[in-house]
């Protein structure tokens, strides 16, 4: 059911959310209203991240952070927009977007005006301060709406808005360059696998520290870390100074223990920083001498900003990131809350909220309506709506007259899909696909020989190819601006192969020859750009 709209554009209708108190509970509730200011949106939420800020950290009193009683929790999610405030001018309806911890902060103050939005102190945080993320809609302020660019899921996108961006920014915060070498302490959870991938993708050395033979196994052969030491080691100290030839340029601990705080200022290299991230009760004690003469800095990092997290997303695209995230039903939330408790949570939960189908229909029909809710606000600030056929097709439209069934159809294909070209053969019909038979038949009839040829179609080419040969990213893939996996599948590169994507305009105006891409093709480390 579409949630009705008041005379405001606001929803009005009463929706099903969990709700957070105080007293430490988790309970079902009904939201009355979700009102929006005019510099804020409203997106459905269909994915959204659970984490320690959303149990123990918040509602259970590990942090001094005080939430609204009855608050929703959730401290990040991604969805699509389906309601915008008459001062929002850079955000349409139908726009994919993430909702952040920093739901809303001031944009005047000296922190906001240089971009370190966390120390704003005016912020409001989701799930805490304002309602977060764990119902079917959130309203966030606009400035801070993480814009996600096509071809990434919002499934994949959604430990990024929090875990994600938090690694990333202390790398940022960490001060070293390409080459030197970074520490990731706590590198065999989930925030330290992510931190690790991140080191890698901008070019740093990266040394984890987990324990156990299992992590190494993770961190060396799944994460590609260049050096791995054994937390528990007895010679932990000299371990690290050894493999890292004097100590580590940066540490990052995203532990949530007190003890590797003490241990990473006795090997960080002179001149190092350590950055902390993990939040464990107590104090982190130093050698006040040692850290002056070595010229140690001790930094804290808390997440980062929209485009900080926006530079996030491209980069775990760019890079192929392996996300260590289980996908849970948004009912299993109170079973997530008891793994995290009990210590049996690997990885990061990830909540699928919003039904996909009924969020699509949900989302045109509701946006006929909110496009003009606000009578100040012009028609043309609302996306062009798909054709209604699409409505009732969208589950087959995918799969109808392709085989491919990794990579998503841009809009303009869905038109031609539903509109245009379709011939009704669903390739998962027990039948087999009818343009596919039609061309076994038409070779079976040409060579008399049954099975006698694979013809692979343009998309099984091109994921031999990328699959083949390029499988140790970054890469770049250079291809005709006209190519179809760039003009009509949206997000193919990327998912398959993990590359980017140079569009080359042949100056023979109708293909590439080497002289287009003679001088835009690399080798270096073996990291080749095709």
Known sequence: MVPQ????????????????????????????KAHQEPEHTLPTTQWA?????????????DWPVVPKDHCVGGHEGAGYVVQVGSQVHDINIGDAVG????????????????????????????????????????????????????????????PVLCA????????????????????????????????????????YKVLALSSGSSKKIMCLDELGVDYYVDYN????????????????????????????????????????????????????????????????????????NRHETEDALKIMVRAGFKLRSKVVDFRDLTKI??????????????????????GISDHLQLSKHAAYADSNQKPSKARPLISDNLQN????????????????????????????????????????????NALQDRIVQLTGKEAALFVPSGTMGNQICLRTLLHQPPHTILLDHRAHVQCWETGAIPLLSQATVTGVEPKNGIHLTLDDVRDRIVEENNCKVF
């Open 99 to 158: 909702i952040q911890w920093l739901n809303r902060t001031c944009g005047r103050c000296e922190f906001c005006v240089a971009g370190n939005q966390p120390l704003c102190p005016g912020t409001q945080l989701s799930g805490c301060h304002v309602d977060g993320t764990f119902q079917e809609y959130c309203v966030c302020k606009a400035e801070n709406a993480v814009r996600i660019p096509p071809g990434i899921s919002l499934e994949v996108a959604a």
């Open 393 to 436: 097709a969208i589950e087959i439209a995918g799969r109808d007259f392709r085989s491919d069934t990794v990579t998503v159809p841009t809009e303009a294909m869905m038109h031609a899909i539903v509109n245009d070209a379709t011939f009704g053969d669903d390739i998962y019909d027990v039948t087999g696909d009818r343009s596919v």
């Open 233 to 304: 080691s007895p010679t932990i100290l000299k371990d690290v100074k050894d493999v890292t030839d004097g100590g580590p340029h940066a540490t990052l601990i995203v532990s949530s223990v007190e003890e590797p705080f003490h241990k990473a200022l006795q090997y960080i290299r002179p001149g190092g920083t350590v950055v902390a991230v993990g939040l464990p009760p107590g104090k982190m004690l130093t050698n006040i001498f040692a850290m002056v003469t070595q010229k140690v800095s001790i930094k804290g990092s808390y997440v980062g």
């Open 337 to 358: 809350y008891e793994m995290m408790e009990n210590g049996e949570m690997h990885g990061r939960a990830v909540l699928k909220i919003g039904d996909r189908e009924k």
């Open 49 to 61: 991240q659970v984490a320690n800020p959303d149990g123990r950290g918040t509602f259970q009193g």
């Open 5 to 32: 709209l008041d005379t405001n554009g606001f929803h009005s209708q009463h929706i099903k959310y969990p709700v957070q108190t105080n007293g430490k509970t988790i309970r079902n509730g009904l939201l009355l």
């Open 164 to 203: 994600g961006i938090t690694v990333y920014k202390a790398l940022l915060e960490a001060n070293v360059t390409q080459g030197q070498t970074v520490a990731i302490v706590g590198a065999g959870g989930g925030l330290g696998s992510l931190a690790c991938q991140y080191a890698k993708a901008m070019g």
